[in-house]
């Protein structure tokens, strides 16, 4: 379904520290998936993505799992920086002619 | 090469005004998403136009409206506008008309409704 416009959920992490952020997503039916991160004041940002057919991704400091089963995904950050400071944000697609729907943003402050 | 553009960057309209926004999409990109973003919150989807046909429309009344064209540049139009219009738009660009491929996003339109 749509996202909802809810007040953003924020996570606090140590410089350092691994993230994980978490993103329920709502059709059994999507099968590609996209995680991006939208700093402030401008456009979201592709960071990775997964298909269905896999349940672990890994990027550079990124790791996406995908648990069909219970529909949720997550985001995996090593290591983080101060630069990863910005609101993250899970897609879905159904693969289908269809559009991105997004969840609804986890912001992730780090902290020296 | 040069990514998704948008343009103005930020835009100030009263209510009942009516505004155009535009989008440009990376060139060999045919489908283009509008998104609304308010402040602090997350992205609603707004529309989806493929080789100028509208491929889906979310959740918004009719006042938005807004058409692709032969070069797969877009425009967003927002009739009779209201506060609440006030936010981010942001358009994204993929390749072809399903997204199972990424999506890129251009830097947005600030909207202001006063």
């Known amino acids: 379904g749509e996202s909802v416009g809810l007040h953003l959920p924020t996570l606090s992490v140590q410089e350092g520290d691994n993230s994980i952020i978490n993103c329920a997503y709502s059709?059994?039916?999507?099968?590609?998936f996209i995680w991006y991160k939208q700093e402030s004041g401008k456009g979201p940002q592709f960071i990775i993505d997964?298909?269905?057919?896999?349940d672990k991704r890994q990027g550079q400091r990124v790791t996406v799992l995908l648990n069909k089963t219970v529909k949720h995904l997550s985001l995996q950050i090593a290591a983080t920086q101060p630069g990863d400071s910005a609101v993250y944000f899970c897609?879905?697609?159904?693969?289908?002619?269809?559009?991105?729907?997004f969840g609804t943003g986890t912001r992730l402050q780090v902290t020296l | 090469e040069a990514g998704v553009t948008q343009s103005p960057t930020h835009l100030i309209k009263t209510r009942g005004q009516q505004a155009t926004l535009r989008c440009s999409p990376i060139?060999?990109?045919?489908?283009v998403y509008w998104y609304q973003q308010a402040l602090g919150l997350g992205l609603q989807f707004l529309l989806w136009y493929d080789e100028g046909e509208e491929r889906n429309r979310g959740n918004f009344p009719p006042r938005f409206s807004g058409r692709q064209f032969p070069n797969y540049s877009s425009e967003l139009n927002v009739n009779a506008l209201e506060l609440e219009d006030s936010a981010l738009y942001l358009c994204?660009?993929?390749?072809?008309?399903?997204?199972?491929?990424?999506?890129?996003f251009g830097q947005g339109t600030r909207l202001t409704v006063v």
């Open positions: 897609a879905e697609n159904t693969g289908t002619a269809s559009k991105l729907t």
């Open positions: 997964i298909r269905s057919n896999m």
């Open positions: 060139s060999g990109h045919t489908s």
């Open positions: 994204a660009s993929t390749k072809s008309g399903t997204v199972n491929t990424e999506a890129f």
């Open positions: 059709n059994s039916a999507s099968d590609y």
